[in-house]
């Protein structure tokens, strides 16, 4: 990868997170009655701080848009959740 990114013009993929953008994309989403009451559980709470998936999922801002205002996007995110309580 760091091959093609040099060829590209880029020096290599960043995998870090943000958590300042995820931090903020959580408090937006406690604003969500739903999001809140999952927030809340024992069994989710943990992958918020934890999961990197979850915390990498969190950290796109049109992805929380998208959580926000499609039912959707809110069932696909819930999938999300529980497939990684499962792994």
């Known amino acids: 990868m760091d091959i093609i990114a040099g060829v590209l013009g880029g020096t290599s993929i960043d995998n870090s997170l943000d958590t300042r953008k995820i931090d903020r994309n959580i408090v937006r989403l406690k604003e969500l009655d739903w999001f809140k009451t999952i927030y809340d559980e ?3 709470h943990r992958l918020f ?3 990197r998936n979850i915390r990498g999922y969190l950290q796109s ?5 998208k959580i926000i205002r499609s039912e959707q996007a809110q069932i696909k995110f819930m999938r999300f959740l529980d497939k990684q309580i499962q792994s």
């Open 42 to 44: 024992e069994r989710y």
């Open 49 to 51: 701080f934890i999961n």
């Open 61 to 65: 801002r049109s992805r929380v848009n």
